[in-house]
Structures are given as C-alpha cells and as structure tokens.
C-alpha cells in the first residue's frame, strides 16, 4: 500500500490534519478516488 505523509508546515494546520484522522469516505467516494489515481499506480 502507498500513502502519502501528512504533515504541517505551521501550526495553524494542525487542526484540519488532525481531523482529517477522523474523516469517513462513503464507498463511492473511495470508488472515485480509487478511479482517478489508477492512472498514477
């Protein structure tokens, strides 16, 4: 499996890169981005 790294380049990021830990993607949306990024696998 390949993700990318997330990371903050100031404080004022951290909030939404936390959150984004939480974040839930419905199975069209996975389908979606699975569909985009098959050009790049």
Do not use: G
């Not at 499996?1 to 949306?29: C, G, K, R």
């Amino acid at each position: 499996m390949t993700a990318p790294v997330a990371s903050a380049s100031n404080v004022d990021q951290l909030p939404a890169l936390i959150a984004a830990a939480d974040l839930q993607l419905t199975n069209d949306e996975v389908q979606q981005l699975d569909t985009a990024s098959k050009a790049f696998a």
